[in-house]
């Protein structure tokens, strides 16, 4: 899998948006670009994937640069249960391993 | 309501005394996972199974075992603990043809 590079912390004020980039210049053509985040030491949730066009749910956008490269992942609207750590991850849906590999994440921290 | 059930939330047990954390999910998932969380280490892997009966290697299944008789119940076994298997445990499930991980809520375990 792809190895993704994150900055380590980044802080948004409430009620504007989030939005936090990813790093995966060695992707594959056949890898995912997936977001999940971790609310202090829950199970982490996954948030959106994407291949290479951009993406939308009820959570957030992901928007995936044209040559691949880096994305970003929008939270619209960030509130203060948004404060998590967010991990960015690339990966082949059904690589034999079946493993995610979570790196060191973003920390956002969402202000009042 | 859909979910990932672990059990127990916190353990704390003394070396050597064997335990089992449970896993069930009620969403008819193919695909399970054990992970554990450590400070500076992140999430890794330590067994997965890709349906009843098919079990395989994560990145570090020293000191585990699992099995995988029903399709909803995938636990994780300890033989013999040991302090070095103190951790956050995380059980996941995903459907085969699925993309997100549903993760459970945790279960902190402490072994003296």
């Known amino acids: 899998d792809a190895k993704t590079t994150q900055p380590p912390s980044m802080d948004c004020a409430e009620g504007r948006a989030a939005n936090l980039p990813c790093n995966h210049s060695t992707i594959s053509g056949n890898e995912y670009v997936y977001w999940y985040r971790q609310i202090h030491s829950q199970g982490p949730q996954y948030i959106i994937h994407g291949l290479k066009n951009n993406e939308t749910n009820e959570m957030a956008s992901l928007i995936i640069t044209e040559d691949r490269k880096s994305s970003t992942l929008i939270l619209p609207h960030a509130t203060l249960r948004d404060t998590a750590v967010y991990y960015c991850?690339?990966?082949?849906?059904?690589?034999?391993?079946?493993?995610?590999?979570f790196g060191g994440g973003t920390r956002l921290m969402v202000k009042p | 309501e859909a979910q990932v059930t672990q059990n127990p939330r916190y353990l704390i047990t003394v070396t050597g005394k064997k335990l089992t954390v449970t896993c069930s999910q009620n969403?008819?998932?193919?695909?399970m996972s054990w992970y554990r969380q450590d400070p500076g280490l992140g999430l890794r892997q330590i067994y997965y199974?890709?349906?009843?009966?098919?079990?395989d290697k994560g990145d570090v299944p020293e000191g585990y075992k699992v099995s995988r008789k029903e399709k909803r119940n995938f636990p994780l076994i300890l033989e013999s603990p040991s302090p070095n298997q103190t951790s956050l445990y995380f059980c996941?499930?995903?459907?085969?043809?699925?993309?997100?991980?549903?993760f459970g809520s945790g279960t902190r375990l402490t072994v003296v």
């Open positions: 199974s890709m349906n009843v009966e098919v079990t």
């Open positions: 969403m008819n998932h193919e695909y």
């Open positions: 996941a499930s995903r459907p085969q043809g699925g993309y997100g991980y549903t």
């Open positions: 991850i690339v990966r082949v849906v059904w690589n034999a391993g079946n493993m995610l590999t």
